[in-house]
């Protein structure tokens, strides 16, 4: 379509709102009248050159039938569409006999909405189309909308036309509708300030994805294939990659099915009646949350594209996604294999914070077997920073990018220039993965930097301000085909230019996290003031403490924690304390409070026993608190123990270290050991296992969390040589904590594209100062008039 055409076209329906709609809506809700008669009024000229058909069809089966439904296969096949209108009306015909009688002109209209087939009211009840034209016949604009939307001197029919004046309107494509609608959506979102790159990703980003998606196996693209996008907003991707196909591999004639689901229902809408207008299946499109429902489940796609939202909340589809906080939906669990090669079901979900990665498992999920299809499944999807890194080893943005590597799935990940999308300026990503990948490919991940590849917009659309111009497709097109490193160039300055690739194993990626502990060394002494806290739960410390010191031990007296309960919940209100309702029932449990004062007079007795000498050995301390226990004839559970230590104690560089096992290990139990740990007997040391001296006896200390470390060890490299290079020369009494050990991937495309400038010389420096110098000596000569 020629672009003056289209921006003649667009500006003249935005003008439309602002000649009818200006008194009658406020400026943000324009969009909510446009957008579908736009949509509606490219349907109806679709639907005009066969009306008399549609007509005599439903007079025929109307006759046929004392019950009348309607047949719809005879009427698609007479409108060519799947879709019709069984109304006597057309917009021209509503417009041509309106009067000045809105109510009439508002019951004609209501009448040709319900003559649509059932698929084109489900696009009207998503529009929420009967309220708007509602609303404007009550406020008298009705039929001014209707007189521009049906104008002789506009052509949104694919057909030619001639204008009143004589001038040729070129027929609007099904392409050229394409543009129509995005380039609206873009404008009202624009103008209303809101995330237009929810709805819109820039044209030249989706035919960079397309050929990076279709060109590496254009001469194995099946003749019957399927393109699914799980955020499909009004259908740019899909009908995109369709054109690609069609117009770059013309020579065969193939069948393309779209298939998309989409959370909001105006976008939907506008989806749905895209594919409608183009010819394709409109029942492939479904309106709902990707994530809270797998609408697909039992579909595969040869080919998959997709912008997710990022930066976006899933809190409202964890519901459907977590039971007991663990992962029940099958395309968000994955097997991956521990630290000991056991393979274990792990979580695949990332923050609730941000879903963007859940919509790549939704694709992975769906991805066809090469067996199947000959070329198994190809995706492309836009990403920011935060799903190359965020999330620690073992947590659940971590495992989506372990298992997507680990699997050979990623083929590459492409870094775009910043402000290349309407909504937001930061730095953006396209994933490609594969899961048949050539034989050059297996086991690698190209990366390529092409974020100083752009050309500058003359103006900005939104945060857009630069946009790829079709050599630097073909340019990154083609150092992603090579597959091979390519350096990038410097200017005349030494500044970087141009793009730069690197490819990688995939272990490159992969990290070991693993604990580095320490001994604990304690210190202990009894006194009442380190007991007084024992008193009160944890959890419930403040409303306790205030509790305790109100009505002191009248609080241990029946029904006196009824007395006070609005009284405490007042104070908590006012000191902005929220209590849920397990914490109230404890709080007011009677039971619960005796419990605690028991414990507390538990220790007090324990410290008559043992003395308030301070002790700098926690080990000699904690048998005398045993033995006085024992003494006391006290029933303490080891959480009750440990409570009363651990209040008493506190770590002391100085102190003994806390021992916490003596072991035998001979034999079996050594080799077995010596085995899980991939050690000699002589490493044992450095594994937390310390020779007394007698045979086969080893101690192990506790350790103390306050000052364990973890260490991120790369996967081609030995937890237990890096320990001794890295660690043991600078913290002689640490030790590995093997069981620890968790497997991480990230992606980091600042540690592997940084290039430094150099620093200036000194010389240069002080040649600028000096010429500052002279010019702020002259300016302030010409302020004082010297």
């Not at 073909?474 to 970087?496: F, S, T």
Request: aromatic residues 10%; negative net charge.
């Amino acid at each position: 379509m020629d672009h003056s055409v289209h921006n003649k076209l667009v500006s003249f329906i935005w003008s439309i709102a602002d000649d009818c709609l200006r008194d009658v809506y406020v400026r943000g809700k324009y969009r909510d009248i446009i957008l579908p008669m736009v949509v509606l009024r490219r349907l109806d000229t679709l639907l005009e050159p066969t009306k008399d058909a549609i007509l005599a069809e439903v007079q025929d089966q109307q006759a046929e039938s004392d019950f009348f439904e309607l047949d719809d296969l005879p009427l698609r096949h007479i409108s060519g569409y799947v879709f019709y209108n069984s109304s006597q009306w057309t917009l021209k015909s509503l417009f041509e006999t309106a009067t000045n009688n809105q109510q009439i002109l508002l019951a004609n209209f209501e009448d040709y909405l319900r003559g649509f087939s059932d698929n084109v009211k489900e696009i009207i009840e998503c529009f929420n189309l009967f309220a708007q034209i509602r609303h404007m016949a009550n406020k008298d604009v009705l039929g001014d909308v209707l007189e521009k939307f049906v104008s002789p001197y506009i052509n949104l029919s694919p057909f030619e036309t001639e204008d009143p004046n004589g001038y040729k309107l070129g027929g609007l494509s099904n392409l050229g509708m394409g543009y129509v609608f995005e380039e609206l959506i873009r404008k009202f979102n624009e103008e209303n300030n809101e995330e237009a790159g929810e709805h819109f990703t820039p044209r030249e980003v989706i035919d960079l994805m397309t050929h990076l998606v279709f060109d590496p196996i254009k001469d194995r693209i099946p003749y019957a294939l399927s393109v699914y996008d799980p955020a499909c907003g009004s259908g740019g991707m899909l009908t995109e990659a369709q054109n690609f196909i069609e117009e770059r591999y013309s020579d065969e004639d193939r069948d393309i099915f779209l298939y998309g689901k989409e959370i909001n229902d105006e976008t939907y809408a506008i989806c749905k009646s895209d594919m409608m207008i183009k010819g394709n299946n409109p029942e492939n499109i479904r309106v709902g949350s990707t994530l809270a429902g797998d609408e697909f489940g039992s579909k595969r796609f040869d080919f998959m594209l997709s912008n997710p939202p990022y930066g976006k909340s899933w809190a409202a589809d964890q519901k459907y996604i977590l039971e007991d906080k663990k992962v029940v939906d099958p395309r968000f669990r994955v097997e991956l294999k521990n630290y000991w090669g056991e393979l274990k079901e792990e979580d695949a979900t990332p923050r609730s914070s941000d879903g963007q990665l859940l919509f790549l498992m939704e694709m992975v999920s769906k991805m066809n077997s090469p067996e199947q299809n000959g070329i198994g499944s190809r995706i492309a999807s836009v990403h920011n920073g935060s799903s190359l890194f965020t999330g620690d080893a073992g947590g659940g943005e971590s495992n989506i990018r372990r298992y997507i590597i680990e699997n050979d799935l990623l083929n590459a990940i492409i870094q775009l220039p910043n402000n290349l999308f309407y909504n937001t300026g930061i730095t953006t990503y396209i994933w490609l993965l594969s899961n048949n990948k050539p034989e050059s490919r297996k086991g690698k991940v190209q990366l390529i930097d092409a974020s100083l590849l752009y050309r500058k917009l003359r103006k900005n659309l939104g945060q857009k301000n630069c946009e790829f111009a079709p050599e630097h497709i073909e340019e990154i097109l083609n150092v992603y085909l090579n597959g091979q490193d390519v350096e990038r160039g410097l200017d005349a300055n030494n500044d970087p230019i141009g793009l730069t690739s690197k490819v990688f194993n995939n272990s490159d990626f992969g990290y070991y996290k693993v604990n580095i502990e320490r001994p604990d060394r304690r210190k202990a002494q009894f006194s009442l003031e380190r007991l007084q806290p024992l008193r009160f739960d944890k959890s419930l410390l403040e409303p306790m403490e205030y509790m305790f010191a109100e009505y002191g031990d009248a609080i241990y007296q029946a029904g006196k924690l009824k007395e006070v309960e609005k009284d405490v919940l007042d104070w908590c209100e006012k000191q902005e304390i929220s209590l849920n309702t397990k914490a109230k029932a404890k709080l007011f449990d009677i039971k619960h409070w005796t419990s605690l004062k028991t414990l507390f007079e538990s220790a007090q007795a324990i410290m008559e026993q043992v003395g308030e000498a301070e002790s700098s050995d926690f080990n000699v301390f904690k048998d005398n608190v045993d033995k006085a226990i024992k003494a006391l004839g006290l029933k303490l559970s080891a959480p009750e123990k440990n409570s009363i230590l651990n209040a008493v104690s506190w770590y002391d560089e100085t102190a003994e270290k806390v021992l916490k096992k003596v072991l035998k290990l001979n034999g079996d139990k050594l080799a077995e050991l010596l085995e899980h740990l991939g050690c000699e007997e002589s490493d044992l040391a450095d594994f937390g296992y310390y020779a007394t001296g007698k045979k086969g006896e080893y101690i192990t200390y506790e350790s103390n969390a306050d000052i364990r470390d973890s260490e991120s060890v790369p996967l081609n490299q030995r937890i237990h040589q890096y320990f001794l290079d890295e660690v043991k020369p600078h913290v002689g009494e640490a030790w590995i904590n093997l069981d620890s050990v968790k497997i991480g991937y990230e992606i980091s495309f600042n540690k592997y594209f940084y290039q430094h400038k150099p620093l200036r010389s000194l010389e240069e420096v002080a040649q600028d100062i000096l010429s500052l110098e002279k010019q702020a000596d002259g300016l302030i000569a010409q302020i004082l008039g010297l």
